[in-house]
């Protein structure tokens, strides 16, 4: 096992911060917005653009399924800078290790407060225990012991191996009254796993996507990240040559999951292996695109619009959760565009939150107030 290359000299990465506010900004409402165009202006581009932002029901792929993966490959980027900033400072693995474990608990207890308030805690059965920020914490946790103990050749075995075994283990363990390699909502192992080994309360009733089983292809995306995260920190290598890697390694990823899914289909509810490679190369070829225009071109000013949001993307996530931001827009700007076809309204509420988050967040931002774990 080795440790890291020792820390290059701290340099933040605006693309990063660009694109993890782009994502964020799909999640705290654009994505909303986009959605309720559908059927509304008559133009079939902009109803095929917004039925991008609804979750197909089970196999098959939209850009909405992309935006989770997305943070994960981001949240993977941001670590070795995070990590090797504290070995620069003196800590010891073990310290790293526990400071990783804490931020995992941390969330794994605001994302249960998240996913059930208010919270039924007379009635365990009816608590979900897993969701969004708990798979943030998880895969952090486990990423940040095999960043600390691989080189970036054996975490490329890890993630590799990782999905290999997932395939593996859908397709050849026999799940009781379905058999070996059933995909269906109620016959895949995934499935079978979530119902006799996660305690309380599953989304989809006969499985929940963010249960246990797919805590392994998911961390993939944050294992995935380091990686890319190893390309940037190479000093040796141009800006130029760092984008060309970046490039041919999101485009071989994209490759293999879309030939990978002729077989194992691909499919955000099972976080199928051809799911990961798709939306891994996804994120590797978004991340060069937003690095070559931000870091290589240098076209910056647009960026603090979505600098805003990524600086406090904890924040807004569980705003979102605890804020009617809807209703505030209503009472806000319902004077504004009362006047206009009813079922116009939900739009201009919609695009009223989403301008009512962004000033929220830019106040902390000016104040300098940024929430982390």
């Not at 007379?122 to 691989?150: H, P």
């Not at 890890?158 to 016959?187: D, H, K, Q, R, T």
């Not at 800006?239 to 194992?264: E, M, N, P, T």
Request: aromatic share 18%; proline share 5%.
């Amino acid at each position: 096992m080795q440790t890291p290359e020792p820390p290059v000299p701290s340099k933040r990465i605006l693309s990063i911060d660009t694109l993890r506010g782009f994502d964020m900004l799909m999640i705290s409402g654009a994505g909303s917005f986009i959605f309720l165009l559908h059927g509304k202006t008559g133009l079939p581009w902009v109803d095929a653009l917004a039925m991008q932002f609804e979750h197909p029901p089970w196999n098959g792929f939209t850009f909405y399924d992309f935006i989770f993966p997305l943070f994960l490959f981001l949240a993977g980027m941001s670590l070795p800078f995070s990590v090797n900033k504290g070995l620069d400072q003196g800590l010891s693995k073990s310290q790293i290790y526990w400071k990783a474990f804490k931020r995992m608990m941390i969330l794994i207890a605001l994302g249960i407060l998240d996913k059930n308030a208010p919270t039924p805690y007379f009635d365990w059965s009816q608590i979900r225990f897993v969701g969004v920020l708990q798979r943030i914490g998880f895969a952090g946790f486990i990423v940040t012991i095999l960043y600390l103990n691989f080189n970036e050749r054996k975490r490329i075995i890890w993630f590799v191996s990782l999905l290999l075994f997932y395939y593996a283990a859908m397709f050849l363990i026999p799940v009781p009254g379905y058999g070996a390699g059933n995909l269906s909502m109620e016959g895949n192992l995934h499935g079978w796993i979530d119902r006799h080994f996660l305690p309380g309360r599953l989304l989809q009733k006969t499985y929940d996507e963010n249960g246990l089983f797919t805590q392994i292809p998911a961390l993939c995306l944050t294992l995935l990240g380091t990686l890319a995260s190893d390309i940037l920190r190479k000093e040796t290598l141009s800006d130029q040559h760092k984008l060309r890697y970046l490039v041919i390694a999101g485009a071989s990823c994209l490759g293999v999951g879309l030939l990978w899914g002729l077989h194992f289909p691909i499919n955000k509810h099972l976080w199928s292996s051809s799911f990961i490679c798709l939306t891994g190369g996804m994120a590797l070829l978004s991340f060069s695109l937003f690095y070559w225009v931000i870091d290589i071109l240098k076209y910056r000013k647009w960026t603090f619009f979505f600098i805003v949001i990524g600086m406090n993307s904890l924040t807004i996530y569980l705003a979102y959760r605890f804020i009617d931001f809807g209703h505030t827009s209503q009472l806000l700007f319902e004077g504004l565009y009362s006047w206009t076809p009813e079922p116009w309204h939900p739009v201009f509420e919609s695009l009223g939150a989403l301008v009512i988050v962004w000033v929220f967040l830019y106040v902390l931002y000016r104040r300098k107030i940024f929430i982390k774990i």
